[in-house]
C-alpha cells in the first residue's frame, strides 16, 4: 500500500507538516544535542497558521533569552523570578522563597546563566547536602527549576540533579499518660485555648490564629456548639497575612466541645470580628514547647497536636470520610499516610487479641501432651 503523502505548507523559510490527528507541526532548530545533531523543538497547533506563528513566537524569546537576560547572575535572576511571582503566589510562598534565595546555594549564586551546568549546580548541590535537610535542598532546587524554566528554558530542559534520598519525619505524639499532663500544664497559660482548640479540633496554627468570635456558633437543631474556619494568618516578609484556608476542604464547620466553647466565650472582647488569639504562631509554638519542657516531657511541634487528633480519630474506630472532613484534608490518602499513628495501649490491646487467637492452638497442645 503506498505511503500516504503528508501536507505541508511553508513561509519564511519554515514549514508546517499536517500529522494523522489533523493537528499541524512545525520543527524549530534550537542549539545541539550530546551526539552533535541538532536539537529541534516541536510545536503542534489545530491550523498551520497557528503553528508558523507560534514557532516566531518561541525564536522571538530565544533571541530575547539568548541576550542580555543571560548575562544575569543566577541569584539575580531568582530575585527577579520571586519580584514576578509575588501577585500569584501565596505571601508564605514567596516568603520561603526569599530565605531559600538568602541561605542555599550561595556558591553558585554569582555565577551568570549563561556560564552556568549541570555539572556545576550537581557540584553546588553535593557540597550542601552535607549541611542541609533533604527537604530544604529539595526545595532549593525546585526554585532553582522554576527560575531556569523561565530565564534559561535551554539549560532548564537538560538539568538532571542528582538529590539525596529524603529522610521522612516521624512525629512523636503524645501517648495517653502525657495527654493528661500537657492539660495540667497548660491550665491559664495564655497559650492555653490556642493549644486546646490544636489538641481537641486538630486545627493548623494558621487556622487558630484566623479564628474570630464570630465563628463560635451553636449549632440550632442539635443543641452544640461549632466553630467555622474560614480564614487563616500565615506570617510573611510585611508581617501575619490573612488569607483563605489552605485548601477548599480545610474550610469547614468544626464541632466544638462545650468545655472549650466557654472557656473562649468567657476571653473578653469588644467586637465579633476580634480574633480570638492574638499570639503570633511563634508564640504560641515556644509557649508550648516550654510547658512540655518545664513539666520533664519530650520534645513535640505544636503541629504534633494535629497528628495527636488524626490518631486518636483512627483509635476510635472513626471513618476515613469523616475523619477527612473532621480534619479538613483534601483525600484520605495524606490523612492516613502521613498523620495517624498508633497508641502504646491500642498496639497492646491488638497484639493480646492475636496471642488470645494462637493460645486456643498452643494450649490445647500442651494440654493433649
Known amino acids: 500500500m503506498p505511503k500516504r503523502k503528508r501536507k505541508t505548507i511553508a513561509y519564511q523559510g519554515r514549514t508546517a507538516h499536517q500529522l494523522p490527528s489533523g493537528n499541524w507541526r512545525v520543527q524549530v ?118 527560575t531556569l524554566k523561565r530565564y534559561h528554558p535551554t539549560l532548564w530542559k537538560n538539568l538532571s540533579p542528582s ?9 512523636s505524639i503524645p501517648q495517653e499518660d502525657t495527654i493528661r499532663i500537657i492539660f495540667q500544664g497548660i491550665h491559664s497559660s495564655p497559650a492555653e485555648i490556642p493549644i486546646l482548640l490544636a489538641m481537641l479540633c486538630g486545627l493548623r496554627s494558621s487556622e487558630i490564629r484566623g479564628l474570630q468570635f464570630q465563628d463560635l456558633v451553636k449549632v440550632p437543631n442539635d443543641n452544640v456548639y461549632g466553630i467555622w474556619i474560614r480564614r487563616a494568618i500565615v506570617d510573611s516578609d510585611q508581617g501575619p497575612l490573612l488569607k483563605q484556608t489552605k485548601t477548599t476542604t480545610s474550610t469547614r464547620l468544626m464541632p466544638l466541645p462545650e468545655m472549650l466553647a466557654e472557656r473562649i466565650q468567657s476571653i473578653p472582647h469588644d467586637n465579633p470580628d476580634d480574633f480570638i488569639t492574638t499570639l503570633s504562631g511563634h508564640a504560641i509554638y515556644h509557649r508550648f514547647v516550654r510547658i512540655c519542657q518545664k513539666n520533664g516531657l519530650p520534645h513535640y511541634r505544636l503541629h504534633d497536636l494535629r497528628h495527636l487528633y488524626s490518631s486518636v480519630l483512627l483509635a476510635n474506630d472513626v471513618p476515613d470520610f469523616y475523619a477527612k472532613e473532621l480534619t479538613g484534608h483534601s483525600s484520605t490518602a495524606t490523612l492516613n499516610r502521613v498523620y495517624q499513628h498508633s497508641f502504646l495501649s491500642k498496639k497492646r490491646e491488638f497484639a493480646k487479641r492475636v496471642d488470645s487467637f494462637f493460645e486456643q492452638f498452643y494450649s490445647c497442645d500442651m494440654s493433649c501432651d
Open 163 to 171: 538529590l539525596p534520598a529524603p529522610i521522612p519525619y516521624v512525629p
Open 29 to 146: 532548530p534550537h542549539g545541539k544535542l550530546p551526539n552533535g545533531k541538532t536539537r529541534y523543538e516541536s510545536i503542534t497547533r489545530e491550523t498551520p497558521e497557528e503553528a508558523l506563528e507560534a514557532a516566531r513566537d518561541l525564536e522571538r524569546q530565544w533571541k530575547y533569552i539568548s541576550g542580555p537576560v543571560l548575562n544575569l547572575r543566577l541569584g539575580d535572576a531568582i530575585d527577579r523570578y520571586i519580584e514576578s511571582s509575588a501577585a500569584r503566589l501565596a505571601g508564605s510562598t514567596i516568603t520561603g522563597y526569599r530565605r531559600l534565595r538568602k541561605n542555599t546555594l550561595q556558591g553558585i549564586m554569582s555565577i551568570s546563566l549563561k556560564n552556568l551546568s549541570n555539572e556545576i549546580i550537581q557540584d553546588e548541590l553535593d557540597k550542601s547536602a552535607a549541611n542541609m535537610s533533604p527537604k530544604y535542598l529539595k526545595n532549593a532546587v525546585s526554585l532553582v527549576c522554576a
